[in-house]
């Protein structure tokens, strides 16, 4: 049986990225994103959804180096469950987005892509130009015959 198991994210950080290190060494990130819902609620106010990403290795090292509270990402990974008992002996379990690709967005044109390779983590430049959504007007001139609906 086939599966599949990706999440793509488009938001900002709520917070600074949290760095720490594992025993080995190895660098991990803490990330917060906020992601906007595309409606509002009936007293028009836009709510959004909170989520944990987990970034490993150089990818988190660039996110601790780049990245701040308010910093618009998109975020490509995957879901992970963790489960685990406080001292207390209470369980605990989250959901959690590990981060393979994370593009540092910025609020101009362009931003930088990084991604994440399990066995060591690579850097990836991407000058991409927005797309400007066309204005109301211009389906004015379309024929009847050209709207897709």
């Given at each position: 049986?086939?599966?599949?198991?990706r999440?793509?994210?488009?938001?900002?950080?709520?917070?600074?990225?949290?760095?720490?290190?594992?025993?080995?060494?190895?660098?991990?990130?803490?990330?917060?994103?906020?992601v906007?819902r595309?409606?509002?609620?009936?007293?028009?106010?836009?709510?959004?959804?909170?989520?944990?990403?987990?970034?490993?290795?150089?990818?988190?090292?660039l996110?601790?180096?780049?990245?701040?509270?308010?910093?618009?990402?998109?975020?490509?990974?995957?879901?992970?469950?963790?489960?685990w008992?406080?001292?207390?002996?209470?369980?605990?379990?989250?959901?959690?987005?590990?981060?393979?690709?994370?593009?540092?967005?910025?609020?101009?044109?362009?931003?930088?892509?990084?991604?994440?390779?399990?066995?060591?983590?690579?850097?990836?430049?991407?000058?991409?130009?927005?797309?400007?959504?066309?204005a109301?007007?211009?389906?004015?001139?379309?024929?009847?015959?050209?709207?897709?609906?």
């Amino acid at each position: 049986m086939a599966s599949l198991n990706r999440v793509i994210l488009v938001g900002n950080l709520t917070k600074d990225p949290e760095v720490k290190s594992t025993p080995d060494g190895t660098s991990v990130a803490n990330l917060r994103m906020a992601v906007n819902r595309p409606w509002t609620n009936k007293q028009g106010e836009r709510e959004a959804d909170y989520f944990t990403i987990v970034a490993w290795r150089k990818l988190a090292e660039l996110c601790s180096q780049y990245l701040s509270k308010g910093s618009p990402v998109a975020i490509e990974g995957r879901l992970q469950t963790r489960s685990w008992e406080t001292q207390e002996g209470q369980k605990r379990s989250t959901v959690e987005i590990v981060a393979d690709n994370i593009q540092f967005l910025s609020r101009g044109a362009g931003g930088n892509d990084y991604q994440a390779d399990q066995s060591s983590s690579q850097q990836d430049s991407s000058n991409l130009e927005p797309v400007a959504a066309p204005a109301a007007n211009d389906t004015e001139d379309l024929p009847d015959d050209d709207v897709p609906f």
